[in-house]
């Protein structure tokens, strides 16, 4: 029978560790439920025969020590930036596995706190926990820390808090995140077989035009030829590439290619970074044939799964549809749920403003529109976005499939036209070769 590596939370609020045998994972949480466990996390166990057995026999005759609560002294954590999305989700479910049992807020997130390795995380439910102990709400604390905590987070969090349903809200907010990160995986993973192939093929191109062109040029030029347009236009990008072009070239065009990347990667953000910028790259994405139709569909699938969530744990509408659109990532949906914001603060309805800016498919605006007669606008939401989930798919299949041929071609037109401009030459001079024969 297979065994399980678990990780509970008892009675008492101790936390323990151990293995225990079962024929599912759905069985393990059974049985340590009626054990009087409240399990945070179960994991088949790599671990075979004498090996599961011993580990067996260590959990059920210790248990590790328990998170003591209180203040304690943090250890030195250096991190920048934002908090793993998957630790994130991860430390979501377990506070609503632990509020679901019934432990007071405090005592769960010491608990999450000191399982944590040492990091941004640690460091932030450190903050949150010393917060929440001295009388802050938990959305308060978790407020303070936007880079693990987004306003979204937070405020599905204080809405959990006034409805008394927290486990039930973060839930939903586990399962938000994991759909949000699954679509950004889909995308991903789409572009990093093009993106492969397309540095490849430019390392190899620099390559040639930096080791093997100068040797074609020492040949062509002790047979004394005359070389043609395309081969001259060769030639000269070589020495370019080689740094040799003029004396004036300071910085061989090698180093310029190899940094192109990360340059233009550089001045993308930076344009981003203003409003006129970030608009301009909007509407320019959006109009790219195949690539602006997934744009399109992804933006639309986010932000109303995100809506959707945030309307169902019981945020207003208009602060729900103006975190909405802080967190869509797209000037367009932006610009049109500022406008549905307007509409319903006047008293008019939702789809109207979503239709006049036709920024998304009819059937998209009929079926909020019927979620707003029937008064189950979060249902229809989360349905729109569950389609467009799958429609995003079929998108990035088509954008693969197009990809793959349009690369063919323009790789073989420049490895052509590499080898048309070397043959020529020494055609030339097998001719005069042959003429002075």
Known sequence: MPTFQYEAVNTAGKAEKGVIEASSREDAQAQLKSQGFFPTSVEESKLKGRAAKAEKSKGKGK????????????????????????????????????????????????ILESQQRPGKLKSVLGDVAEDVESGSALSEAMAKHPKAFDRLYSKMVAAGEVGGVLDIILQRLADFMEKGE???????????????????????VTGIMYFVIPKFQEIFNDFDVELPGLTLWLVDASKWVAGNASEDQAVPGAVWIL???????????????????????????????????????????????????????????????????????????????????????????????????????????????????????????????????????????????????????????????????????????????????
């Open 259 to 437: 940094l192109s990347p990360f340059l233009l990667f550089a001045l993308y953000k930076l344009i981003r970074v203003t409003g006129p910028g970030k608009a301009a790259t909007d509407v320019v994405f959006s109009r790219l044939p195949v690539l602006g139709n997934l744009i399109r569909k992804t933006s639309i699938a986010r932000f109303t799964r995100t809506l959707g969530t945030l309307i169902s744990a019981g945020v207003p509408i208009l602060e729900a549809i103006l975190i909405t659109r802080d967190t869509s990532g797209n000037y367009i949906y932006e610009k049109a749920l500022t406008k549905v914001h307007d509409s319903i603060r006047d008293g008019e309805t939702f789809a109207g403003p979503l239709r006049e800016a036709k920024v998304c498919d009819p059937i998209v605006v009929n079926m909020i529109d019927v979620g707003e007669e029937t008064g189950d606008l979060d249902i229809m939401l989360m349905k729109i976005a569950d389609n467009y989930d799958e429609e995003v798919d079929v998108a990035v299949a088509s954008l693969l499939s197009l990809l793959e041929p349009f690369m063919v071609v323009i790789l073989g037109g420049i490895v052509g036209a590499i080898v048309l401009a070397l043959f020529l030459p020494l055609v030339k001079m097998i001719e005069s070769v042959s003429q002075s024969k």
């Open 182 to 204: 699954r679509l950004k995986r889909r995308i991903k993973g789409a572009l990093i077989y093009p993106a492969v192939v397309i540095s490849i093929a430019v390392l190899i």
């Open 63 to 110: 248990a590790p020590k328990a998170a003591k609560g209180g203040k304690k002294k943090k250890g030195l954590s250096l991190s920048i930036g934002k908090v793993n999305t998957k630790k994130m989700t991860t430390f979501t479910r377990q506070l609503s596995t632990l509020q679901d049992a019934g432990l007071p807020l405090l005592r769960s997130i010491q």
